[in-house]
């Protein structure tokens, strides 16, 4: 046991990452994952790019070595015979004075003469002969001058400097030298042209590639917006959303899961809601058979018992003075027991079902029960309107109706602080094949309701009534900018209220 509590045993201690660990991870989790797939993208072209860069600099590295070592070698023989040659055709005194001038500079190297003393001397420009070709011999010459390349370029492939000197001897006698130097500066410019030619044409494909990447990536994820947004739908309680199925075979698996989950929770909330409106219908049902007994079998009896308790005063008058009197009081006892009885009957009647509903307008019906709180209430302003109201839409419809203004009227009064109360119940048809719906709006200027408190079990029952009959109920609040209770109920609903126009209503 003591083992078994020790191996669970969290440490006291735990080494936390450092913050600068977990910032890089916390952008990445924070980027889409289109970003994310583009910069995995980028970087590997950049690793790439880099050892792709590695490997040409040591291939120019090493072909510019080979390259100025054979040029070197082929220089070296030149002079050489050059020497020769101006031995042979030269005097001694004007010996060095031609050779300077037939030595002029070559590719990737550097040729100097010096005189015995060791002085350089200059070499004059050659003449240059006309020729019929002279257009691509001069372009010729121009490609032979190298672009001049970076320091840092030049840096990581130029070779060490090297130098070869071929003494000038006429008659047993050094007159003066040939240095030939290595100038490797033309063919790093060449091979820093091909280098920036191939990382330009790199860069352009990469940045076509990742322009391509970006549009097809975007395009291939746009289901997954899509279904973002069908979640939100189904956060707010929207399950008529369907996505339409994409060509990626995963997605659409993912896709056609989410139109199967969605039609699951629109059967089950229709499901739920005809429950509900049956429980509810019952209820109704229940206290409108509970008000009938109450008006038909409490009501007449207690009228009944004033009836005979008048008559038993009226008799009282022939008795004695003494036992009228006594009789008198106690008839005048029971009378006021009766009308309290009457008044907590009417009460009762008018808490389980309002007398005048379904037997007047029911516009006329809420703009009576506005009045009597205007007139309970007259520091409130109250203001009621309607428009394009029927007379009726059904048992379910009406009564569901009247107990939102009654809440909503009841909570501005006691706990709102409000100054004016403005109800409106309107009727209206968006489109010539949408659904007819009716609008009530109750909106006080009251101190708002805290988004942290809970609601009140008036509210949730009226909001659970309008959802059984396929309505939305909404409660939009500040604090301290008022309320506002917006009801909407489809008109469907008053068809699978039909049934219930049959029943005898209260009569009045």
Not at 44 to 57: D, R, S
Not at 90 to 117: G, K, Y
Request: charged share 25%.
């Amino acid at each position: 046991m003591r083992e078994a509590v020790t191996a669970g045993a969290v440490p006291a201690s735990v080494p936390s990452r450092p913050w600068s660990a977990r910032r890089p991870r916390a952008y990445w989790r924070g980027r889409t994952l289109r970003s994310q797939l583009l910069s995995l993208f980028i970087l590997i072209e950049l690793v790439a790019a880099a050892v792709a860069g590695a490997v040409t600099i040591l291939n120019a590295r090493t072909a510019t070595r080979v390259e100025i070592a054979a040029s070197m070698e082929l220089a070296e023989l030149w002079v050489k015979e050059a020497v020769l040659l101006a031995q042979r055709e030269a005097p001694a005194d004007r010996f060095l004075a031609d050779l300077s001038s037939q030595l002029r500079r070559v590719r990737h190297v550097r040729i100097e003469v010096r005189d015995a003393a060791g002085s350089l001397l200059d070499v004059r420009p050659a003449a240059v002969v006309p020729t019929p070709g002279g257009a691509e011999a001069s372009a010729w010459l121009v490609s032979l001058v190298s672009a001049p390349a970076p320091a840092w370029f030049a840096s990581l492939i130029e070779p060490p400097t090297e130098r070869r000197v071929v003494p000038v001897v006429v008659q047993g006698v050094r007159i003066g030298s040939v240095d030939v130097v290595s100038e490797p500066k033309d063919e790093i410019g060449e091979k820093w042209e091909t280098t920036a030619g191939l990382g330009a044409v790199g860069l352009a494909v990469t940045l076509t590639v990742i322009g391509i990447l970006y549009v097809l990536v975007g395009r291939v994820l746009k289901p997954l917006t899509g279904l973002a947004a069908g979640l939100a739908e189904l956060e707010h309680r929207r399950y008529r959303v369907r996505l339409d199925r994409p060509q990626p075979a995963e997605l659409a698996i993912i896709t056609d899961r989410f139109n199967a989950l969605a039609e699951a929770l629109e059967a089950t909330r229709a499901e739920n809601q005809s429950l509900n409106r049956r429980l509810i219908t019952a209820q109704d049902d229940e206290r409108r058979r509970t008000a009938f007994d109450l008006h038909d079998e409490v009501g007449p009896s207690l009228f009944g018992l004033k009836a005979h308790a008048a008559s038993i005063a009226n008799a009282a008058a022939t008795l004695p003075e003494g036992a009228a009197a006594d009789m008198t009081s106690r008839v005048r006892d029971l009378l006021a027991i009766i009308d309290h009885l009457q008044a907590i009957n009417r009460g009762m009647l008018n808490r389980l079902r309002p007398m005048s509903l379904g037997q007047l307008p029911l516009s006329d019906v809420l703009s009576e029960l506005v009045s009597e709180r205007a007139r309970e209430y007259p520091q409130i302003r109250f203001t009621f309107a309607a428009e394009a109201i029927e007379r009726s839409y059904g048992d379910s419809i009406d009564l569901t109706l009247y107990r939102c203004v009654q809440e909503s009227l009841t909570n501005a009064i006691r706990h709102a602080e409000a100054t004016g109360v403005d109800v409106k119940i309107a009727a209206a048809r968006s489109g010539a094949t949408a659904e007819a719906s009716v609008t009530l709006t109750v909106r006080d200027d009251g101190r708002g309701i805290d988004p942290k408190a809970p609601k009140g079990l008036g509210s949730l029952g009226m909001q659970e009534r309008v959802e059984c009959l396929g309505g939305d109920y909404a409660i939009e609040s500040e604090r301290g900018r008022g309320t506002c209770l917006r009801v909407v109920i489809p008109l469907r609903a008053a068809q699978s209220d039909a049934g219930s126009a049959a029943v005898p209503k209260i009569p009045a």
